[in-house]
């Protein structure tokens, strides 16, 4: 059995938590941890048709950020890995500097200490050079910085695609193999990639964004 905790701080994208939680829901020999900050509550809410309750209803323990006392708050609880997806420049900041005033950030340092994998899905943009070095300071003690970032190397047809392989190499990152990948890997220029759908007539995203910059 592994467990994960998953957080979902304020930072846009709450998406992609919502998406972990979906992904991770009945695989087998998972068990699910879930934080939503109060501002992760009022994202979830602006950003996506789910009510902060329904994405609750998706993990298989909820702890509110305010519960320190929670089994996931100690190093004994055995988990196996957190993901912070997303991950806002204030709990980055929580994070780096162990001031785990919340559930969320708790979680995180005990995760740190215990030399297990921390993924932080960290997502701000442009930086200044604070959120560049508070990220440096969370690579130096132990965290995967892995911002939100889309890949086009699998030809993408939709924004679920995209979500869908950022949300799959979390899960790698975190040492989680899924049963079927939820993207295509790379595998090197020569497979033929997507040839049902180009036969098709669709459109990948690379040829939308292309037909947009073309005057
Ligand atoms: C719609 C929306 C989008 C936001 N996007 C970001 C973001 O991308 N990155 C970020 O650091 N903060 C973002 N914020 C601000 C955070 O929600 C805010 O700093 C909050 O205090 C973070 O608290 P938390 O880390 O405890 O969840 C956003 C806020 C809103 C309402």
Redo the contacts with the bound molecule.
């Keep these: 059995m592994k467990r994960v905790v998953i957080g979902?701080?304020?930072?846009?994208?709450v998406i992609y938590g919502i998406r972990l939680l979906e992904v991770l829901r009945g695989a087998a020999g998972i068990e699910t941890h879930l934080i939503i900050?109060?501002?992760?509550r009022?994202?979830v809410a602006?950003?996506t048709d789910y009510t902060p309750v329904e994405v609750e209803s998706l993990a298989d323990h909820v702890h509110t950020?305010g519960d320190i006392a929670a089994s996931i708050s100690s190093g004994s609880f055995r988990a196996h890995a957190m993901i912070v997806a997303?991950?806002?420049?204030?709990?980055?900041a929580?994070i780096a500097m162990s001031y785990s005033d919340?559930l969320?950030l708790r979680a995180a340092d005990v995760t740190l200490k215990e030399r297990r994998p921390l993924i932080l899905l960290a997502?701000?943009?442009p930086m200044h050079l604070g959120h560049l070095r508070l990220l440096v300071q969370l690579a130096e003690i132990g965290a995967v910085v892995m911002p939100p970032t889309p890949a086009f190397y699998h030809r993408p047809q939709t924004i679920d695609d995209i979500i869908d392989q950022t949300v799959n190499r979390a899960l790698d990152l975190a040492g989680i193999e899924l049963e079927h990948d939820l993207f295509d890997r790379w595998r090197g220029p020569d497979p033929p990639r997507h040839a049902s759908a180009h036969a098709a007539g669709t459109r990948d995203l690379s040829t939308i964004c292309n037909e947009r910059i073309v005057p």
């Design positions: 979902i701080s304020g930072a846009t994208g900050t109060s501002a992760g009022r994202t602006l950003e950020q997303p991950c806002s420049m204030k709990t980055a929580g919340n969320l997502r701000e943009t």
